[in-house]
């Protein structure tokens, strides 16, 4: 067991080391911060139609969706850099050396968590800076808690396909579902103003219990909290499980 | 242009066009992501189209133009980087050994990108109408949709060429694909611009010519025969097309020196 946690250790400091030495650790927070200042700043008039409930206005209401995106993008971006370890041969070394070769995905998930800290602290700080209410008070956890969830759970999805694949290539592969999954929720208008098609696949996504969830937190209005949780366990099981999947077939490629 | 130049311009054409053509996943990304993300807006955004003042009658005729300036977008990053790819490869510099001109590429190229804006604009019209956008101008206001994005498509593609030559590289190229992205989120591409509630928004929308285009596009789908959006949106992508294809002229010049 030690070997595990030595091994997670030293993966993650290489990785947070790689991150903060280089400015492109920041590049997973563009995509959010764009989302948020064209969609926060151009649509603020949605939050006036008739049944738009959001306590909390409509810059929190897009807020909680970048920030979710945010997190979300890092663990992508993660499994972005664990793909260009394996082309440049150092994934390769690491197996090699590696005492515990699970350690290897936790090292890597632990600095995914590290790197979405300062980009969901930036996306935070410019949604607090445009004016967006903090009211929840310590319920401000609860949505802290599922980011982190999400984080996790998308690290380890990423982690599983850069594993199976070991090419850069995987890019679109870790990329294009999380963004389905992100733009196929409530991701204007709460889930009742949604329409045709995109309701019904909003209601059948995962992700909108969380999503729902994490903006009730941020107004102190929770709903659903219990069941954003289990939700968000479940993914992090699930993909825990696929990220091992594609460490195995790692090892035996060699 | 004589008709020597003419010949080469073709050549290259068919060269551009079939190349995209053999890259499956460029074609049906072309064609499949500008109309996943309309789909996805209209109906996420149904409920905008209750706020007084709008000026649809549904939120899809409204962000119809959404698609055909993404496409538009898609297509200068696509030819950008097949320009770029030609660089990197050497294509370009063998090309200078040979008689033809380098301005034959850039031609060429250009045609490329205007064929599959003509597709892409045929394409999502059929979708479109199909999914049930409503365009007020009828026929002739489809053909005219099609022309100004085809106009678009052209003037983009400029500034996609200008990158390559420039930089000679596809990954620079590529990474230019974000700034595309934001011009034309900060744009009135969600919403009228008399509707957008923050005053800065407004303003980085009114002074973004990607506004006139989508309006010129919009005008035909939601209103009918709108002189001045469409004096405005063809004039910007004049203004465009004048300055990128001149912008990659100069950068030709330079690239070939």
Redesign the interface.
Same mark, same amino acid.
């Given at each position: 067991m030690g070997g595990f946690f030595s091994v997670a250790a030293a993966v993650a400091w290489r990785q947070v080391y790689k991150y903060f030495t280089n400015p492109a650790f920041l590049a997973p927070a563009f995509f959010p911060i764009f989302f948020f200042i064209a969609f926060a700043g151009g649509l603020t008039r949605v939050g006036d139609v008739p049944g738009f409930d959001y306590a909390g206005g409509y810059i929190a209401f897009q807020y909680v969706w970048a920030l979710l995106q945010a997190v979300s993008m890092g663990g992508a971006f993660t499994g972005f850099s664990i793909a260009g370890d394996f082309e440049n041969g150092f994934a390769r070394r690491l197996m090699v050396a590696a005492s515990n070769r699970s350690g290897i995905i936790l090292g890597y998930t632990i600095a995914s968590l590290v790197r979405v800290t300062t980009t969901g602290a930036l996306v935070t700080a410019l949604a607090v800076l445009t004016g967006m209410p903090v009211r929840g008070g310590f319920n401000f956890f609860g949505l802290v808690g599922l980011a982190v969830l999400v984080n996790v759970a998308a690290t380890l999805f990423g982690s599983g396909v850069a594993m199976l694949l070991r090419t850069q290539q995987a890019g679109p592969v870790i990329r294009t579902p999380i963004f389905l999954v992100l733009f196929l929720a409530p991701v204007f208008v709460p889930l009742d103003l949604l329409a045709g098609w995109i309701e019904t696949i909003a209601r059948l996504n995962p992700f909108t219990t969380i999503l729902d969830a994490a903006r009730g937190y941020l107004v102190g209005e929770p709903a659903h909290g219990l069941t954003a949780y289990a939700i968000g366990f479940a993914l992090v099981l699930v993909f825990a499980l696929w990220a091992i999947l594609g460490l195995r077939s790692a090892e035996r490629a060699g | 242009m004589g008709p020597s130049l003419l010949t080469q311009v073709a050549a290259i054409a068919q060269r551009s066009v079939l190349r995209t053509a053999r890259q499956p996943a460029v074609v049906v990304s072309a064609l499949l992501f500008p109309m996943m993300?309309f789909? +996805?807006?209209?109906?996420?955004?149904?409920?905008?189209a209750? +706020?007084?003042g709008f000026p649809a009658d549904t939120y899809m005729d409204f962000a119809f133009a959404f698609p055909l300036i993404q496409a538009s977008l898609f297509g200068a990053i696509t030819a950008g980087a097949d320009l770029a790819r030609d660089i990197e490869s050497g294509f370009f510099d063998r090309l200078s050994l040979t008689p033809m001109r380098p301005v034959a590429l850039l031609l060429g190229m250009l045609a490329g990108i205007v064929a599959l804006g003509l597709l892409q604009g045929v394409v999502f019209l059929t979708v479109g109408v199909m999914m049930g956008v409503d365009v007020r101008s009828g026929l002739a206001g489809m053909v005219v949709i099609v022309v100004l994005m085809v106009l678009v498509a052209l003037g983009f593609g400029g500034l996609g060429a200008i990158l390559a030559l420039r930089t000679g590289s596809v990954e620079a190229v590529e990474s230019a694909f974000?700034l595309f992205?934001?011009a034309i989120?900060?744009s009135s591409i969600?919403?009228p611009r008399d509707? +957008?509630?923050?005053d800065?928004?407004r303003f980085v929308?009114t002074i973004n010519p990607i506004s006139y285009l989508v309006e010129g596009i919009r005008s035909l789908v939601i209103t009918g025969w709108d002189a001045q959006a469409l004096l405005l949106g063809f004039g910007c992508a004049a203004g465009i097309i004048v300055l990128a294809l001149g912008g990659a002229a100069a950068s030709l010049r330079t690239r070939v020196a």
């Open positions: - | 993300f789909s +996805i807006n209209a109906y996420g955004l149904d409920a905008a209750r +706020i007084p974000p992205f934001v989120f900060m969600n919403l509707l +957008i509630e923050a800065w928004f929308a």
